[in-house]
């Protein structure tokens, strides 16, 4: 054997292409993937190569999603060099590379008999799955820990990991369902198995609208009869009653400017677009490049195709966490709206039926039940929605003692239904803190798939028919704060978890915080910093100061958010940071609140505008005038924002400062020590 070498892909490295190459010769197994993905995996640095003697002998591609995991969807090894080590010696690399991460997670079909060489790697079996192929294999989840302490540690019994953070919904056009089911086998149909790869599970979910029959119908009636049977194993999304006809409206009279009359064709695609996006699903995947074209030049004009997309399967698939994280969250979406909280009272018990669990087997009557039952308790129900429309959402919560009980808790089939979700359980979180609650117990087993994985995500911990979560208000040591957890724990009778050690790398210390919100770790290793931020942005983004506003702040202030500034090598993520709001024309400079800093990312304006547009904020115009010709930007990716009811001034600053230590001036970003920050945070929040 000669010698080994493992290490990353670089952007435009010639050995990309040899990888490709490996993976269509192995792609029965792994499963197809896009050139395109390769590429992109090289330019986000999850693309290993292992080289014997200089040629590429095996790789392994993953991904680094939100959830703290590093997902490994390939690792290939060539036949000729299997029993070298090189599939040990990529694992090995991955964990060197992100050894801050809780670990490794793969998924491989059961009868392809490789469950001794995962556990040969070191991973342990954690659960079973499904592919997603046509015959449906069963799978296994195989995990390789990092050994941190980390939040999991927190679960009352064993799981499997926390499902996928963002699940998106596809809308198939009718030339690609007959790729997957009733011309399969044909030569130009293969591209479109790309779509049903085993690492998609979780992901993507593959669903037809009724732009599928308006197709169907111009077709001869012996053709149709398959096609509809293939079909028919899809969920079937359709939008509101006339929903689909306003839409293409709106698309029709876009389409006028263009100066001609429309075609059959030119109709057919728009009707394709309107039944899409009035059904709620994030993309509508298409091979017609004509088509594509077409909803391009739409976008711009018709406000109901801001946050869709119409792709081909390659593009998606290389592109799918970035496109399923914009669709899942779109705080952009409820800043301009009327979204509201309005206490439902008694007329309103048809709204509140309209949320019957129906996918999880509740009645009518059990829901008409808990609802009358709750009006009688007095316990407040509450509806999300804007003027007269539907209501998107409803929940009833009340304080017993020091634990928020919330024995409902919905969302309705709706575009928003992600976004709202994860706005519901963020004002849950404030609620149980503000009103003195050290555990939020959600009692409702029937909150939806879409709750679900919310709150898998949070994370809510499952014990039985309950999700609980732990609140904290502690800033102190992790012995302190473990302690603290575990007498919430106590309050609903759930066994005690393990103790925290000091000095946490920052990724577990951050996911911890973040499950114990508003928990501060003093004694781990995640980094803090002072940015400055000027006060035509706090406003907008951290609702301080207070704006003139109608617009319901708990709703529209997101959970998550974007500051653009210059690109600046000295913040690091995760971390935490304080805000310091400069010296206005109405304003002093104090420092009002902190807040998780999740990731930073440094692109052009135009790239970062594409990627990280669904968070509001700025325009493309704007954008580019705060980079000031420079070439690139910075783009700080923050969550979890806690205000501080006093705001800390620059003269009590300074006097912290003397007796911790800290920086004089904030000309940009700047690091303080953990004991700064607990001075800080004690002042801020006493």
Not at 243 to 253: D, G, I, N, P
Request: aromatic share 6%; glycine share 8%; hydrophobic share 40%.
């Amino acid at each position: 054997m000669g010698t080994l070498e493992v290490d990353e892909v670089r952007p435009g490295d010639p050995v990309v292409d040899e990888i490709i190459k490996l993976g269509k010769r192995y792609s029965r197994t792994l499963g197809m993937m896009p050139a395109g993905a390769f590429r992109e995996a090289a330019y986000r640095g999850s693309l290993m190569a292992a080289k014997i003697d200089g040629r590429p002998v095996g790789y392994a591609l993953f991904r680094l999603p939100r959830n703290n995991q590093v997902m490994l969807s390939h690792l290939c090894v060539a036949s000729e060099a299997r029993g070298s080590g090189v599939a040990s010696a990529l694992v090995a690399e991955i964990r060197s590379r992100h050894s801050s991460r809780l670990g490794i997670r793969a998924k491989c079909r059961d009868d392809y008999g490789l469950n001794r060489m995962w556990e040969a790697l070191g991973f342990h079996a954690r659960g079973p799955a499904i592919g997603r192929g046509k015959d449906r294999s069963p799978m296994t989840v195989w995990w390789l820990d990092h050994g941190h302490e980390d939040l999991f540690s927190f679960l009352t019994q064993p799981v499997l990991l926390a499902d996928e953070p963002d699940l998106l919904e596809a809308a198939l056009d009718l030339n690609i369902l007959m790729d997957l089911h009733t011309r399969a086998d044909m030569p130009g149909a293969q591209r479109s198995q790309v779509l049903v790869a085993d690492h998609l599970e979780g992901r993507l979910r593959l669903v037809v609208t009724n732009g599928v029959d308006r197709e169907l119908a111009h077709r001869p009636l012996d053709q149709r009869t398959p096609i509809e049977q293939a079909a028919n194993h899809y969920t079937r999304r359709t939008g509101a009653a006339g929903e689909a006809e306003k839409v293409f409206a709106q698309l029709v009279r876009a389409s006028a400017g263009a100066g001609r009359a429309l075609s059959p064709q030119d109709e057919g695609d728009l009707w394709q677009i309107a039944e899409a996006a009035a059904s709620g699903v994030g993309v509508l995947l298409t091979w017609d490049d004509g088509l594509r074209r077409r909803f391009e030049s739409l976008q711009r004009t018709v406000p109901a195709l801001a946050s869709f997309h119409v792709l081909d399967p390659d593009h998606l698939v290389t592109h799918l966490d970035e496109v399923a994280r914009a669709w899942a969250y779109q705080p952009a979406r409820l800043q301009g709206s009327a979204y509201d909280q309005v206490r439902a009272g008694a007329d309103d018990e048809p709204r509140l039926l309209e949320f019957l669990g129906r996918t999880s087997g509740e009645t009518r009557g059990e829901l008409r039940d808990l609802l009358r039952r709750l009006a009688r308790e007095e316990v407040p129900r509450w509806l999300i929605r804007t003027g007269d429309e539907p209501a998107i959402a409803c929940y009833a919560a009340y304080l017993d003692d020091q634990v928020l009980r919330v024995p409902l808790l919905r969302t309705a089939g709706h575009q928003l239904s992600d976004t709202i979700a994860r706005q519901l359980l963020w004002l849950l979180r404030r609620d149980a803190r503000e009103h003195g609650a050290r555990v939020i117990d959600v009692s409702d087993r029937h909150v939806g798939g879409v709750l679900g994985r919310a709150m898998a995500s949070d994370p809510f911990h499952h014990h039985g028919d309950h999700r609980y979560a732990w609140v904290v208000p502690m800033c102190g040591s992790s012995h302190d704060i473990g302690h603290a957890a575990n007498e919430a724990r106590h309050l609903v009778n759930v066994g005690p978890g393990p103790l925290l050690r000091p000095g946490l790398p920052p990724h577990t210390a951050a996911e911890i915080e973040r499950s114990l919100w508003p928990a501060k770790l003093t004694d781990s290793a995640l980094p803090h910093y002072v940015i400055p931020i000027q006060v035509r942005w706090s406003g907008d983004l951290l609702g301080y100061p207070i704006q003139l506003t109608t617009r319901p702040i708990e709703l529209s202030l997101g959970r998550e958010q974007v500051y653009y500034r210059a690109d600046d090598a000295r913040l690091t993520a995760p971390a935490r940071v304080l805000w310091r709001v400069s010296q206005g024309r109405h304003t002093s400079a104090e420092i009002i609140g902190t807040s998780f800093l999740d990731a930073i990312d440094v692109d052009t304006p135009v790239r970062l505008h594409a990627a990280l547009k669904h968070y509001g904020v700025l325009d493309l115009p704007l954008l580019e005038k705060l980079a000031n010709g420079r070439p690139t930007m910075q783009a700080v990716r923050f969550s979890d924002t806690e205000l501080f009811d006093r705001p800390i001034s620059t003269s009590t600053y300074n006097q912290l400062r003397e007796q911790h230590g800290g920086p004089k001036a904030f000309y940009g970003p700047q690091p303080v020590k953990s004991e700064l920050f607990a001075a800080l945070y004690q002042t801020g929040t006493a």
